[in-house]
């Protein structure tokens, strides 16, 4: 459905999208995840149409963004980390606005706006105005924007910033019920958000891509092997003895256990096979009781955490190196008072 190609935006020598690519699949729910300050709303703006790259391209079922944006953005229903609401008209004048700017068929527009507001439950407070409504229903609101004319790609940047705990889980549940009939982008920074709500994961960092995976695939990636956590019951001298007959074994990480006469271990083992029944015979046959045995892959925080960090690692090297020239002479600027 989206096709991004070395995607490039520059704000003089700055360098907020840098050579982008990737590609998002028709009925999936996308997370864009990355740090304030990565790049994520300025790469959807540009996937959008409302600001142009300073290079590479966007394709929107084949169809360039900036040749052909008519065609383009009528598959596009985009909600901006601040929404676009007229505060002084009520929900059904805002939507009615909407849908003429969108310009849907008048004889289509009436059982349109009545669906939307149906899927964002915002029917009951048509005819209040938006600025008396609380922060969860603006954000409904400016989703049923998004949705009028049936878009096929919903894309949404931050939808449950500043949103209370019952909120964000509404917010949530709409996203997951819109991924049944549209694809969907979820920018966010909030990992539990991305973990619960996608099926896909694109990690940008500093206008880079740094990973594109399932949740579940990028912890296994991660881990650099599988892995197993162990409680047995046993002498680790004697557990180690047992571990060390077992083929495919690479590391045994010793760990302190809270349970008496018990050790913890994590065992990393390589390739695929599964070796959890030679590791239980193995332990049976030294009469070491397994007391729990689980696999372990890296959570999309540890992951998140470890692509950013290895990424402010290399650029901190690049600079060392002399691959980026600093003009030493630049003097820092200050804004008035500052020291």
Do not use: W
Not at 12 to 36: C, D, Q, R, S, W
Not at 69 to 82: D, H, Q, S, T
Not at 111 to 138: A, C, D, F, H, P
Not at 297 to 315: H, Q
């Amino acid at each position: 459905m989206i096709e991004v190609r070395n995607l490039v935006k520059k704000y003089g020598n700055h360098v907020a999208v840098n050579h982008l690519n990737f590609t998002v699949e028709k009925g999936k729910i996308y997370g864009f995840l990355g740090p304030n300050g990565a790049g994520k709303s300025t790469t959807m703006n540009m996937i959008t149409g409302y600001i142009a790259s300073t290079e590479g391209e966007v394709l929107i079922d084949g169809h360039n963004i900036l040749e052909e944006p008519e065609v383009a953005k009528k598959k596009i229903g985009y909600l901006p980390e601040i929404p676009p609401l007229y505060q002084d008209m009520t929900v059904q004048e805002y939507l009615n606005f909407a849908a003429e700017l969108k310009m849907i068929p008048k004889e289509k527009r009436k059982s349109n706006i009545e669906e939307v507001m149906s899927t964002t439950k915002t029917i009951e407070v048509k005819n209040r105005l938006i600025k008396n409504l609380s922060k969860g229903y603006k954000q409904r609101v400016g989703l049923a924007q998004a949705l009028l004319g049936y878009p096929e790609i919903i894309i949404l940047d931050e939808p449950t910033v500043g949103l209370d705990p019952k909120q964000i889980i509404e917010i949530r549940d709409l996203i997951k019920s819109l991924g049944q009939k549209h694809t969907v982008i979820l920018s966010s920074h909030i990992l539990s958000e991305v973990s619960a709500v996608c099926d896909h994961v694109l990690i940008i960092d500093k206008g880079k891509l740094v990973a594109s995976d399932t949740p579940e695939n990028l912890g296994k990636l991660m881990s650099g092997a599988n892995s197993l956590e162990l409680t047995v019951k046993g002498q680790e001298s004697e557990i180690r003895k047992a571990l060390d007959m077992v083929e495919n074994i690479e590391d045994v990480i010793y760990h302190d256990s809270l349970i008496q006469n018990a050790c913890d271990f994590t065992i990393k083992l390589s390739g695929d096979q599964d070796m959890r029944e030679n590791i239980f015979f193995a332990l049976a046959e030294v009469k070491c009781p397994i007391l729990k045995m689980q696999s372990s892959n890296m959570s999309l925080e540890e992951v998140f955490l470890k692509l950013t960090d290895d990424a402010e690692k290399e650029r901190k090297v690049e600079i060392e190196s002399g691959i980026f020239e600093v003009d030493e002479n630049m003097e820092p600027e200050y804004e008035e008072g500052e020291e």
